[in-house]
């Protein structure tokens, strides 16, 4: 009995230890999660006590009723699919060079992952900046290389305001990931690449059999964080065009936001939620699982 009592000693210490952070977990994450999905099936305008039980009517007034909803959906599949390719392959060559023995790297580094760290409010009101159709940075450069034929308005026309957004993401983005992609790149085995190259191996060699097999890890990492941060993006989208013009830059998050705090429409904003929170689970797990497996078998 003792010797179960000593072997139960360091779990019981370890979920000690845990319980404070776990408390927090389901208290600010896990609970209002349940109490969104709870709120989609209901009908309440957020100053009312009580809130009435719908069913399904949120969900099928957001798919048969909104006008704004496919158009937001349309426009988030796109973000994505375009935020996990477009700036993570920027980041990995980033960080192909920058893993080189070059002059002034580690500056070259700061000034890549400087975007990273300011709010990204700030980053929209820069880049709003930029894209004025009259006193813009953009525009201003266009006139002086008598480009004038380029010049635009880059937020105000709904062909390429979700396009003129998303390169302010890029910019922004693409040093979080590179800074990931380094540390996986420095925690490939020095020995395994010089025994590659004694046994033959080119460059590309080295990079498909030695140096990408030991990145899987780093690479699962940063598409799963792309993943969740691009299917909910909102602050960036929100600062430069709010969503317009004429709903052409509207986001899932964004306008789960905009029926919920701007129109009182409670129910059907936590419905929105509901269905990109859906959308992230179908996505993610799949591939958390494919790529856990796949390196299991690398191993």
């Not at 190259?197 to 498909?208: E, K, Q």
Request: one cysteine or more; proline letters at 4%; a positive charge.
């Amino acid at each position: 009995m003792s010797k179960a009592r000593q072997s139960m000693g360091p779990q019981m210490q370890g979920y000690v230890l845990l319980a404070p952070a776990l408390v927090v977990y389901l208290l600010f994450a896990v609970y209002p999660m349940f109490d969104v999905i709870r709120m989609s099936f209901s009908s309440w305008n957020g100053l009312s006590p009580d809130a009435k039980f719908v069913g399904l009517a949120n969900y099928r007034a957001i798919m048969t009723q909104d006008p704004v909803f496919w158009g937001a959906l349309t426009n988030t599949i796109l973000w994505t699919a375009f935020a996990v390719i477009i700036p993570n392959l920027i980041s990995f060559c980033l960080a192909l060079a920058l893993n080189q023995n070059i002059p002034g790297k580690s500056g070259l580094r700061v000034i890549f992952y400087l975007p990273v760290i300011i709010a990204s409010i700030a980053v929209a009101t820069i880049w709003k900046w930029m894209y004025d159709p009259f006193f813009g940075l953009f525009n201003s450069l266009l006139t002086s290389w008598h480009l004038d034929g380029w010049i635009m308005d880059w937020l105000g026309d709904k062909q390429i305001a979700l396009w003129s957004v998303f390169v302010a993401h890029v910019w922004q983005s693409v040093g979080f990931s590179m800074v990931l992609f380094l540390a996986g790149l420095q925690s490939v085995s020095t020995t395994l690449i010089e025994a590659a190259r004694i046994d033959g191996a080119g460059r590309w060699g080295v990079f498909r059999y030695v140096t990408f097999p030991a990145l899987v890890p780093t690479i699962t990492v940063v598409f799963v964080l792309s993943l969740i941060n691009s299917l909910k993006a909102f602050d960036i989208v929100y600062g430069m065009t709010g969503g317009g013009p004429a709903q052409s830059t509207q986001m899932l998050a964004m306008w789960a936001y905009t029926q919920s705090m701007q129109l009182g429409v409670f129910g059907r904003g936590a419905a929105v939620s509901v269905v990109l929170l859906l959308i992230t689970l179908v996505i993610v797990l799949p591939y958390m699982r494919w790529m856990f497996r796949r390196e299991e078998m690398v191993r």
